[in-house]
């Protein structure tokens, strides 16, 4: 699809089937959320890919719209914020540099026929505990080379 055209018709879906997700669909999108530019090319960033079949209680608990769990899979960034690079003011990018990846992310997967839904609004505490998130807060890891998928993308937990 032209990029004009994939701009204008993407938006967020709130209903889903529940048909699996090709995988070589899944890696066309979290290959072109890889290749997003980030501050400084660092990268500060985890790929989490959830399968929802199964969890969809205990996933509801992170967000209580029924149509979250609907998809077959979920994607969840996770900003490592020591990873991130801080301008001489002390502004920390991390939060930009997701958003990118994100975008990347969603904009591929409207390439790729499939519907996305940004959502913001979650419960971080129940995220953290579900998916297992660990204490990234000390990490002081710095590179600038392009990470592997397999450095990036996670599925079901930490």
Not at 84 to 92: C, L, P
Not at 93 to 104: K, P, R
Request: glycine share 4%; charged share 30%.
């Amino acid at each position: 699809m032209e990029f004009s055209e994939l701009i204008r018709k993407r938006y967020s879906v709130r209903a889903y089937k529940s048909d699996p997700v090709e995988d070589e669909k899944l890696q066309i999108v979290l290959e072109a959320a890889r290749l997003a530019p980030t501050a400084d090319n660092r990268q500060p960033f985890q790929i989490l890919v959830i399968h929802t079949k199964g969890r969809e209680d205990e996933l509801n608990k992170i967000y209580r719209k029924k149509w979250f769990v609907q998809a077959p899979l979920l994607i969840c960034a996770v900003g490592i914020p020591a990873r991130s690079w801080v301008r001489e003011d002390m502004r920390r990018y991390l939060d930009v540099d997701v958003a990118i990846v994100m975008d990347h992310f969603i904009l591929a997967a409207a390439d790729q026929g499939l519907g996305t839904c940004w959502v913001a609004a979650f419960n971080a505490n129940e995220a953290r505990e579900i998916l297992g998130l660990p204490d990234i807060s000390d990490d002081n890891l710095k590179t600038k080379d392009r990470k592997s998928l397999d450095e990036l993308v996670r599925y079901e937990r930490w």
